[in-house]
């Protein structure tokens, strides 16, 4: 069993489904029987539009169209947690963690909705994103060694002068037996970038994924593998120092 945390740097937690083709979603359906299937934990609905390019190939050759996109967020009391369904996906995320299996809860019960009122409906692409980011008060931005594995800051002693450095990203991709990948993202983003870095930052942003045909008996089958592998990952990632700093609990699985 793995620690679980009173404070983990987690910045945003996100499951999604995308959707081919596209779902005929509208106000009536959204603010309807999905908006009250959801409206225990998600009682605010936000219809949102977005503006966009269309790419249109002709005999004249190519040519552009505006194009508006509709989609509608459902909000928390708190806003900090939230429901995203558009045309072509489905989205449950949160910015204040506070566990995997309520965030499970959410979007499970939102996917069920969903087919509920579009049972042909295809899922072509499962993701479970963790985002963390650490940012620490301390004068040097490139010693991690107390509060992340060292495997993961190498490159930062290679430089002769580190003051230098104005970014450090790294991306590592994995495979799992279970059918999916988990695209690994580490390192200083440096927020003032281009400018040498200042400040004490590091971010995990860990990212599995399956991209294939899926039912929704599949994807529930899937999560939870996916959510081991990103916490396997990021245990051995970190430090007893930066679990320290998190804030041990209790011995959970989330």
Known sequence: MEPRYSNPFVKEAIL??????????NDEIVEGPFAAANSARFPNVEPRVQAGQEFQFGPEGMSTKEVEKREWRLL?????RRLVLAEGALIASCKEYSGWSE???DFVTALDSLVGIFPDM???RLGVRYVNFVSLQEANPFVWREWIDSRLTGPLEFPDDPRRITRSMHILQLEYP???????????PNPDFP?????????MDLDASASRILTVA???KLLDP?????????????????????????????
Do not use: C, N, W
């Open 16 to 25: 999604r489904v995308d959707l081919s083709p596209a779902i005929d979603v």
């Open 76 to 80: 928390g009391g708190d806003r900090k």
């Open 103 to 105: 965030l499970r809860q």
């Open 122 to 124: 295809q899922i072509t």
């Open 178 to 188: 279970d059918g999916f990948q988990l695209k690994y993202q580490f390192g200083l």
């Open 195 to 203: 400018a040498p870095v200042k400040q004490k930052h590091f971010v």
């Open 218 to 220: 599949d994807v529930k």
């Open 226 to 254: 996916m959510h081991e592998a990103i916490k396997e990952l990021f245990e051995s990632s970190i430090t007893d120092g930066l679990r320290g700093k998190m804030g041990v609990v209790a011995l959970g699985s989330e």
